[in-house]
């Protein structure tokens, strides 16, 4: 079964950084193609692709608004995806949260959240003025 679980979030100042954990399980970093991506929904609003990483080959993808601000990295010893987080705002404010499936098929975007089946549970950040 595959799961995932993140960890890291919390409350920080405006110009702070955070580093989001998402472990994984249930599937090998050196098996088949999974996408695990980072996504964020804020109150009143959708929720928004932020980046991805493909295991096998650790391919990257960023949103456009995310760019230089956001960094995804894995350690595949630990079948872990990170999400660096840095000049935080108080838009930045959401609930974080991890999803994975296959990266391949037709249709495949790297960063729609329809494309994913298994999300984590969520973690919140908190940006204060």
């Known amino acids: 079964e595959v799961q995932l679980v993140e960890s890291g979030g919390g409350l920080v100042q405006a110009g702070g950084s955070l580093r989001l954990s998402c472990v994984a399980s249930?599937?090998?970093?050196?098996?088949?193609?999974?996408?695990i991506a980072w996504f964020r929904q804020a109150p009143g609003k959708e929720r928004e692709g932020i980046s991805c990483i493909v295991t096998s080959d650790e391919t990257t993808y960023y949103a456009d608004s995310m760019k230089g601000r956001f960094t995804i990295s894995s350690d595949r010893a630990k079948g872990t995806v990170y999400l660096q987080m840095s000049s935080l705002k108080p838009e930045d404010t959401a609930v974080y949260y991890c999803?994975?499936?296959?990266?391949?098929?037709?249709?495949?975007?790297?960063?729609?959240?329809?494309?994913?089946?298994?999300w984590g549970q969520g973690a919140q950040v908190t940006v204060s003025s």
């Open positions: 249930g599937f090998s970093f050196d098996g088949d193609d999974y996408a």
């Open positions: 999803a994975t499936d296959f990266a391949s098929g037709s249709g495949w975007n790297p960063l729609s959240a329809g494309w994913y089946e298994y």
